[in-house]
């Protein structure tokens, strides 16, 4: 009796449905647009703890990477870093890019990140356009941890190193090319900015100085550009010693101490001269 009423009756569910659609299009278009006009649609961060601690979804505002998230800076920021990582590789370091640990360990590298960076945008089809790498800390409060830290690299290790493993790089600056290689090889349009580790209580600040030296000098050496966090940002070993104003353990940064790195990393990427504007990887 009532069936010519049903096609209305859906009717009234299609019209709010379609109102829905264009609505969520129009939400999905604007978030696009915004990734889409950010200065680096894609960071991908490869570090330790200073940058672990942020989060992977950059959401702890202890961490650096929550202030450059909030910026807008980036479209898309990929978090690779892990707590108690290292640049150094040692004798015992395997290429294990699905090996997690937040604990210093062999295999708890940056080579490793970088690793699992290049499987994770070959499986996706993305490249970062700015590689920021945020390590030392572990390096110089762990020194005797790695054998052959400030040893001058080996014959042949100061040329390309990308079909090395990393157990045949074991300073710190074999180690440094060795990630600097392997990425340029394989993001040879991306741009690798590096940062070297803040000055904290648990060591002095001349070997958080001896750590940055050979990350700024190695960097240089392969074309890329270093923000000595460790002496441009005022947060210093003397200071977190005598009271945790920047900190919240004397290493770790509070929410005061990460705004102000925060602020630091981003007045410089926003400073960087070639930004690589496309949106093909989004």
Same mark, same amino acid.
């Not at 910026?71 to 699905?98: E, F, H, L, M, Q």
């Given at each position: 009796?009532f069936?010519?009423?049903k096609?209305?009756k859906y009717n009234i569910?299609?019209i ?9 299009g129009i ?6 647009a915004?990734?889409?006009s950010?200065v ?8 330790d ?6 989060g992977?979804s ?6 650096w ?8 800076v980036a479209g898309y920021?990929?978090?690779y870093?892990r707590?108690?990582?290292t640049?150094?590789?040692?004798r015992?370091?395997c290429r294990?890019?699905?090996h997690y640990s937040e ?5 708890n590298?940056?080579f490793n ?5 290049i ?5 996706t089809?993305?490249v ?7 390590a030392g800390a572990?390096?110089?409060w762990?020194a005797?941890k790695?054998?052959g830290?400030?040893d001058?690299?080996a014959? @042949?290790?100061t040329? &390309?190193l990308?079909?090395? !493993? ?5 300073? +710190?600056?074999?180690s440094?090319? #060795?990630?600097?290689d ?7 349009d991306s741009?690798?900015?590096f940062v ?6 648990k060591t002095?600040?001349?070997?958080i100085?001896k750590?940055s030296d050979?990350?700024?000098k190695?960097a ?5 550009i ?8 005022g947060?210093?070993?003397l200071?977190?010693m005598?009271l945790?104003?920047?900190?919240y353990d @004397?290493?770790?940064t &509070?929410?005061a101490g990460? !705004?102000?790195?925060g602020e630091?990393? +981003?007045?410089?990427?926003?400073? #960087?001269?070639t930004?690589?504007?496309t949106t093909d990887?989004?």
């Amino acid at each position: 009796m009532f069936d010519h009423c049903k096609p209305y009756k859906y009717n009234i569910y299609r019209i709010p449905c379609a109102v829905l659609s264009v609505l969520l299009g129009i939400i999905y278009m604007s978030a696009y647009a915004e990734r889409a006009s950010a200065v680096f649609p894609r960071i991908a961060l490869l570090g330790d703890s200073m940058t672990w601690i942020g989060g992977d979804s950059c959401q702890n505002d202890t961490g650096w990477s929550h202030y450059l998230k909030n910026s807008g800076v980036a479209g898309y920021i990929d978090v690779y870093a892990r707590s108690g990582a290292t640049w150094t590789n040692t004798r015992s370091t395997c290429r294990n890019p699905i090996h997690y640990s937040e604990i210093l360990h062999d295999d708890n590298v940056i080579f490793n990140q970088a690793i699992r960076l290049i499987e994770n945008s070959d499986a996706t089809r993305t490249v970062p356009d700015l590689i920021i790498l945020f390590a030392g800390a572990n390096d110089a409060w762990f020194a005797d941890k790695r054998p052959g830290i400030f040893d001058s690299p080996a014959t @042949g290790q100061t040329e &390309n190193l990308t079909n090395r !493993k990393p157990d045949q790089a074991t300073s +710190l600056e074999g180690s440094i090319r #060795l990630v600097c290689d392997i990425l340029h090889d394989r993001f040879p349009d991306s741009t690798l900015l590096f940062v070297t580790p803040l000055q904290m209580s648990k060591t002095d600040a001349e070997t958080i100085f001896k750590v940055s030296d050979i990350i700024e000098k190695t960097a240089s050496e392969t074309g890329w550009i270093t923000l000595r966090a460790d002496k441009e940002t005022g947060i210093t070993h003397l200071q977190e010693m005598k009271l945790l104003k920047y900190t919240y353990d @004397g290493v770790h940064t &509070n929410p005061a101490g990460a !705004k102000i790195l925060g602020e630091f990393i +981003l007045g410089k990427i926003l400073s #960087l001269n070639t930004p690589h504007q496309t949106t093909d990887n989004l």
